[in-house]
C-alpha cells in the first residue's frame, strides 16, 4: 500500500504530502492509530482527509496509508438488529471490546465473520444470471428473508452453486463472467456515497401506513416517496421518527441517529427488542438497522452515517422490500458538511454552508423510491425518506430547510407554539402538505373506504374555516357568529382535540389502523352533519352539544374495538333523534 | 526533557503562532513561558509542519514575540483526581483556591473526555423530586437528565438552582450524593451566595466547585465545565456517586469560544458563534447520563442567561437542541413577583415518560400534567383574549380558563424560597385547579382517574 505523510492537522481535517495516484472518496488510514479517513480533496500531491475519529495527538510526519478503497459498506446477512456508527462498525463489538467509552483506531468488522448461515439455492448451476437475480436465501431473522443477489455488474452462468451452512466470506456459487469465473459469498461491498442501480423507477402510489392519524388521513406518505420533518427544538421531530420507525408498515426499517442525543439511542435500543410487530408479532429489532452517530461522536462521521444508512436501506429494497428511512437530522449531516468545508478554506455560502450544499440535498432523496429492481423477476421495491431538520431557532428560511423543501414531497410542519400547549404530533395542520393525497386517492377508496377521500376533505376545509372564525372572533368577539359557524368552530375543535391529537406514549392511542381512523372522523363529522341539522331545526347549540355522545366521540381514540365506535354512529343518531332533529338516512356528506 | 521555542511570529486574540516546530500535535497541552518568568498554559488548535496555533488560556496580554517561551507537553490538559478532590473549592483551571494543599491525584483524568458508547447508556428513569411543582408537576427531572436552566439577566436562577440542589431527592432513598458546581465568569457574589449555601446545608462537604469568575481569563473558561464534568465523571463512574453539575453561565462559556474563534479568522456562523458550537456543547453535555451496570450517575443542569430573553440565540437555541429539554424562565412573572417565574408551556421535560407514574410518582401524573399543561394554555389564549376585548367578551368557559390561569400561577407555580413540596401535595394542588372546570373539559384524563380524583 502506498504511503503520504500529515503536513498539517486542523480538528477533523488532515492534509497528507506524497499522495500521488490518490483517488476521491478513498479511504485512508491515518497516522500511527490508523484513524479512518476519507479523502475529499485533492489537489497536486496533496489529500485532504476527513477524519471519521478524534483527530487528538496527531501530527506532522505520520504516516497516511491510502487503501485504494472507496469508503464501503458490507452488505450481507447479520445487518439486521445491529447497531453501527456511522461507518458501520458495530457499536456493541465495540463495547464489548473497549468498554463504555468509544475509543479511536478500533477495528471491528461489520458483519460477523464467524456466524453460519443457512443458505439455500433457488437456482442451478448452469442457469444464466444478470445482475440482482436472486441466486438463493438466507432466512435472516423470523420476519426477513435475506435474498443472496447477483452484485452489480456481474452477469453470466452460474457454474456452481452450494446449499448448506456458510460464513459471510465463503463462496456459495461460482459464475462465470465474460472476464472469467467470479466467486459469490454471502456477502458483498458497496461504496457509501454511490446510488444502487435499478431498472425502473416507478410513482409511488401505497400510502405508508404509520397509525399516525395526522399523517395517514391529513398528510400522507407514499411507499417510496420522500418527506420533511422541520421544527425546532422540542416540537417533536424524535417522536415522529420513532413513530415511524415503531409502527409504519414498511417490512424494513434504517434509522440513522445522526448527530443527535445518546439517550433518544439508548432508547430505541431499549424499546424495539420489547416492542412487536403489529403485523407479525415479532420484535421490531428484527427488521431494523440502526446508525447511531451522537452528537458528542466525531463530528465527520455524522456526514457520513446517512450514506451509509442509506446504502444499506438500498440493498434491502434491492431485494423487493419495502424499506423506510429516518435520518434524524439531516442538520447535523448539513452542519458537518459546512464545519468541514469551513476547514478548507471554501468559498461560504448561504449561512457557511458550502454552495453545493443543496445539490447534495437533492442527490440524497433522490436514493428514495418506489422501483422495478435489478433481476429477471422484476420484483418492486420502495424505499422512503424521511428526514428531520433542526433549522435555528425553528426558522424556516433555514438553507437546509429551504433546500429540502424544493425536493420533499411531503411537508409536516412543526409548531412549537402546539408543543407549548401538548398538542401532539405537534403538525401544523394549515402549513403542511402531502404532493402524494391526490395520487392515493384510489389506494384510500379501495383499501380503506369510498368516501374516505370526502372525508378527509371535509375535515381540512372546516380546520381552515376555523382558523379563519377565530381570526374573526379576536378581532370582533365571539358573539359575532352565527350558531352555524359555532358548531363549525366545535366540530374543529372536536377535530383537533379528539382525533388529531395522539399521545405517542398511550398504550391504545400509539397507533391507530386506518380503519380505526376513517371510523373516528365519520363519527366527529356525523356528529357535525346532524348538528348542523338540528340547529335548522331550531334546537338550541348548548342542547346539542350537552349530548352524551360528545364525551364518547372524546374517548374514541382509547377504543381498541371497532364494534364500539360503529356502535357510536348508531347512538349518534338516536341522541340527536332523541332531540327530535333528525332523519338520519337521509343526511349527506356535504 | 521538552524543547523550549523562542519562535513566536503572530499574536493575535488569545492565540500564538509558533514557528519552525518539531513532532508538535495537535490538541496537545502547551506551557507558555513570558520574559519575566510567569508560567501560562494553552492548546494547539492547529499544527502544520511549519507552525503551530496555540490558545492560551489566560490570556495572551503581556506577551511579546522575542521572549515568549514555549513548551510542547505530548499530552492534553488533564484532571488530577482522588477521593479527596470531594469538599474542594478549586479554580477554573482545577488549582486550589481555598487555600487547602495541591490533590494528591490517584489517577490523571484526560478533561476532553471520551463519548460514552450509546450501547452503554441506561436511559434514565428515576424521578427525583426537586420540591418545585413547576418542576415535578409539569416538567419531571430524572436521575442522568440534563436540563438546562435558560434564563435572563437578573432572574433567580441562582437561587432556584441552589434549591434544587438542597432539595433534590430520590423518593425512598439514601444514597451517596454530590454537588459538582462550575462557574464560568459569574461576579465573585454569585459564586459566593453558592459557596454560602451550599455551607450552611452542609452540601460543601460533598461539594467539588471550579470558579472562573468573571475577572479571570476569559479562555480558562474553554477548560472549566471540561474540569467540572470530568471530576464528575470519576465521581459517579468510579465512586458510584449521584452527582448533580451545576454549570453557570454556558453564555459566558459560548463567549470566550467565539473569541477564539474570531481570533482565528473562521468563518462565522450565527451572530458570530462558529460553526461547531453545536459539537462542541454536545461533548460537554452528552457526558451526563447513566451508564449500564454503575452505580452512580450524572444529572447536569447548565444555566444560561439569555441575551435580550431571547430563546432563538444560538446558546439558548443549541443547547435546547441538544439537552432533554429546558426549564425556561419569563421575566413576566417575575415582574409579577412569582418565585419561581418557571414559564411552564414552552418548559419541558424529555425524559419525564419513563419516570412518572405508578410506583415511581403517582398512577395519575402523566395525565394531570398534560391536563394542566392543556388548560393552562387555554387560560392563557383566554387572558389574551381579554386584554383585546376586554373580559365581558369571553364565554362562560373561556372566563372559568382564565381563572384557572390565573389560580395555576398564583398558587401552583408560585412557592417559597424554602417550600420543599413534595409530589403528592404537587398533584393534589393540581387536581383543586382542575376541578374548577367541568369534568367533560378534562379530555386528557383517563375515566377512571377522573372517577377516582375529581369528586374528592
Ligand atoms: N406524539 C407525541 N405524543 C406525546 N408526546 C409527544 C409527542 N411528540 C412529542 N412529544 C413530547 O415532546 C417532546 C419533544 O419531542 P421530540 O420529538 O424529542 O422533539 P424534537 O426532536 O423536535 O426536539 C417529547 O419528549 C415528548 O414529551
Ligand atoms: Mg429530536
Same mark, same amino acid.
Given at each position: ?66 487503501? *485504494? ?248 429494497? *434491492? ?272 | ?31 507558555? #513561558? ?161 459557596? #454560602? ?161 405508578? #410506583? ?97
Amino acid at each position: 500500500m502506498r504511503q503520504g505523510q500529515i503536513i498539517r492537522v486542523s480538528g477533523p481535517l488532515v492534509i497528507a504530502a506524497n499522495c500521488f495516484g490518490a483517488k476521491m472518496y478513498d479511504m485512508a488510514r491515518v497516522g500511527h492509530l490508523g484513524l479512518i479517513g476519507e479523502i475529499i480533496e485533492l489537489k497536486g500531491d496533496l489529500a485532504y482527509i476527513q477524519v471519521y475519529e478524534d483527530t487528538t495527538g496527531l501530527g506532522p510526519d505520520e504516516p497516511v496509508l491510502l487503501t *485504494d478503497q472507496p469508503l464501503s459498506v458490507e452488505l450481507g446477512p447479520g445487518l439486521l438488529g445491529t447497531i453501527y456508527d456511522g461507518i458501520q462498525r458495530p457499536l456493541d463489538l465495540i463495547l464489548a471490546k473497549e468498554g463504555n467509552f468509544v475509543t479511536r483506531g478500533i477495528e471491528v468488522p461489520a458483519l460477523d465473520r464467524e456466524k453460519l448461515w443457512k443458505f439455500e439455492p433457488l437456482i442451478s448451476s448452469g442457469a444464466e444470471v444478470k445482475s440482482g437475480d436472486i441466486l438463493g436465501i438466507v432466512k435472516e431473522t423470523p420476519l426477513i428473508l435475506h435474498k443472496i443477489m447477483v452484485p452489480f455488474p456481474i452477469e453470466g452462468q452460474v457454474s456452481e452453486i452450494k446449499e448448506g451452512e456458510f460464513k459471510i466470506t465463503e463462496t456459495i456459487a461460482i459464475i462465470l463472467t465474460k472476464s472469467g469465473p467470479v466467486p459469490i459469498t454471502l456477502a458483498q461491498t458497496w461504496p457509501i456515497r454511490k446510488q444502487r442501480p435499478v431498472s425502473r423507477r416507478l410513482m409511488p402510489d401505497e400510502l405508508l401506513i404509520t397509525g399516525q392519524r395526522v399523517l395517514d388521513t391529513l398528510f400522507p406518505l407514499a411507499k417510496g416517496g420522500t418527506a420533511c420533518v422541520p421544527g425546532p427544538f422540542g416540537s417533536g421531530k424524535t417522536v415522529v421518527q420513532h413513530q415511524l420507525a415503531k409502527w409504519s408498515d414498511a417490512q424494513i426499517i434504517v434509522f440513522v441517529a445522526c448527530g443527535e442525543r445518546g439517550n433518544e439511542v439508548a432508547d430505541l435500543l431499549l424499546s424495539f427488542p420489547e416492542l412487536k410487530d403489529p403485523l407479525t408479532g415479532r420484535p421490531l429489532m428484527e427488521r431494523t438497522v440502526i446508525i447511531a452517530n451522537t452528537s458528542n461522536m466525531p463530528v465527520a462521521a455524522r456526514e457520513a452515517s446517512i450514506y451509509t444508512g442509506m446504502t444499506i436501506a438500498e440493498y434491502f429494497r *434491492d431485494m423487493g422490500y419495502s424499506v423506510a428511512l429516518m435520518a434524524d437530522s439531516t442538520s447535523r449531516w448539513a452542519e458537518a458538511l459546512r464545519e468541514i468545508s469551513g476547514r478548507m478554506e471554501e468559498m461560504p455560502g448561504e449561512e457557511g454552508y458550502p454552495a453545493y450544499l443543496a445539490s447534495r440535498i437533492a442527490e440524497f432523496y433522490e436514493r428514495a423510491g418506489k422501483v422495478i429492481c435489478l433481476g429477471s423477476d422484476k420484483r418492486i421495491g420502495a424505499l422512503s425518506v424521511i428526514g428531520a431538520v433542526s433549522p435555528p431557532g425553528g426558522d424556516l428560511s433555514d438553507p437546509v430547510v429551504q433546500a429540502t423543501l424544493k425536493v420533499v414531497k411531503v411537508f409536516w410542519a412543526l409548531d412549537d407554539r402546539l408543543a407549548n400547549m401538548r398538542h401532539f404530533p405537534a403538525i401544523n395542520w394549515l402549513l403542511s402538505y402531502s404532493l402524494y393525497a391526490e395520487n392515493l386517492k384510489p389506494y384510500y377508496q379501495s383499501k380503506v373506504a369510498e368516501d374516505y377521500p370526502d372525508l378527509r376533505q371535509e375535515a381540512l376545509q372546516l380546520l381552515e374555516e376555523e382558523a379563519e372564525l377565530l381570526e374573526i372572533a379576536r378581532l370582533v368577539g365571539i358573539e359575532s357568529l352565527s350558531l352555524r359557524e359555532r358548531l363549525i368552530l366545535e366540530t374543529a375543535r372536536s377535530l383537533r382535540e379528539d382525533f388529531l391529537h395522539q399521545n405517542a406514549f398511550h398504550l391504545e392511542d400509539t397507533y391507530s389502523s386506518m380503519r380505526k381512523q376513517y371510523l373516528m372522523l365519520r363519527n366527529i363529522l356525523h356528529f357535525h352533519h346532524l348538528g348542523l341539522r338540528a340547529l335548522e331545526a331550531g334546537i338550541e347549540l348548548e342542547a346539542i352539544l350537552s349530548l352524551r355522545v360528545k364525551e364518547k366521540i372524546a374517548l374514541m381514540k382509547y377504543e381498541p374495538e371497532e364494534a364500539n365506535l360503529l356502535d357510536l354512529y348508531l347512538n349518534i343518531d338516536r341522541e340527536f333523534k332523541e332531540l327530535g332533529a333528525s332523519q338520519p338516512k337521509e343526511v349527506v356528506h356535504v | 526533557m521538552y524543547k523550549d521555542y523562542l519562535t513566536v511570529s503572530n499574536i493575535v486574540g488569545p492565540l500564538l503562532i509558533v514557528e519552525k516546530i518539531e513532532k508538535v500535535k495537535y490538541a496537545e497541552l502547551v506551557e507558555i #513561558e513570558t520574559g519575566d518568568g510567569q508560567r501560562r498554559r494553552g492548546r494547539v488548535l492547529d499544527v502544520s509542519t511549519e507552525r503551530a496555533i496555540v490558545q492560551v488560556f489566560e490570556g495572551t496580554a503581556g506577551l511579546d514575540v522575542v521572549k515568549t517561551r514555549v513548551r510542547f507537553l505530548g499530552r492534553s490538559e488533564r484532571l488530577g483526581v482522588s477521593e479527596d478532590i470531594i469538599g474542594r473549592i478549586l479554580d477554573g483551571s482545577g488549582r486550589p483556591k481555598d487555600g487547602g494543599p495541591e490533590i494528591i491525584a490517584e489517577k490523571w483524568l484526560d478533561i476532553n473526555g471520551s463519548p460514552i458508547n450509546p450501547c452503554a447508556r441506561d436511559y434514565p428513569s428515576e424521578f427525583i423530586q426537586t420540591g418545585f411543582s413547576a418542576i415535578d408537576g409539569m416538567n419531571p427531572l430524572v436521575r442522568g437528565q440534563k436540563l438546562p436552566i435558560f434564563s435572563g439577566s437578573g432572574l433567580p436562577h441562582a437561587r432556584i438552582a441552589a434549591q434544587i440542589a438542597r432539595q433534590a431527592k430520590v423518593l425512598g432513598k439514601a444514597e451517596k450524593f454530590a454537588v459538582v458546581f462550575g462557574a464560568m465568569g459569574i461576579t465573585f457574589e454569585e459564586a459566593n451566595f453558592f459557596i #454560602e449555601d451550599f455551607r450552611r446545608t452542609g452540601a460543601l462537604e460533598r461539594a467539588v466547585l471550579f470558579l472562573n469568575l468573571a475577572n479571570e481569563p476569559p479562555i480558562e473558561r474553554i477548560s472549566t465545565p471540561r474540569l467540572a464534568l470530568t471530576c464528575a465523571e470519576y465521581l459517579a463512574f468510579d465512586l458510584d456517586m449521584h452527582v448533580l453539575v451545576i454549570l453557570m453561565d454556558m453564555t459566558f462559556y459560548a463567549e470566550a469560544l467565539r473569541e477564539i474563534s474570531a481570533a482565528r479568522k473562521e468563518i462565522p456562523g450565527r451572530r458570530g458563534y462558529p460553526g461547531y458550537l453545536y459539537t462542541d456543547l454536545a461533548t460537554m453535555y452528552e457526558r451526563a447520563g447513566r451508564i449500564k451496570g454503575k452505580k452512580g450517575s450524572i444529572t447536569l443542569i447548565p444555566i444560561l442567561t439569555m441575551p435580550e430573553d431571547d430563546k432563538t440565540h444560538p446558546i439558548a437555541d443549541l443547547t435546547g437542541y441538544i439537552t432533554e429539554g429546558q426549564i425556561i424562565l419569563s421575566r413576566e412573572l417575575h415582574r409579577r413577583g412569582i418565585y419561581p417565574p418557571i414559564d411552564v408551556l414552552p418548559s419541558l421535560s424529555r425524559l419525564k415518560d419513563k419516570g412518572i407514574g405508578q #410506583e415511581k410518582t403517582r398512577e395519575d401524573h402523566a395525565d394531570v400534567l398534560n391536563q394542566l399543561f392543556a388548560c393552562y394554555a387555554r387560560g392563557k389564549e383566554a387572558r389574551e383574549l381579554a386584554l383585546i376585548l376586554g373580559e365581558a367578551a369571553l364565554s362562560d368557559l373561556d372566563r372559568l380558563y382564565l381563572k384557572f390561569a390565573d389560580l395555576f400561577e398564583n398558587n401552583f407555580v408560585r412557592q417559597g424560597e424554602f417550600e420543599d413540596r413534595s409530589v403528592e401535595k404537587t398533584l393534589d394542588l393540581g387536581w383543586k385547579l382542575l376541578r374548577l372546570l367541568p369534568r367533560r373539559e378534562l379530555k386528557r384524563i383517563r375515566p377512571e382517574f377522573l372517577d377516582k380524583y375529581y369528586q374528592a
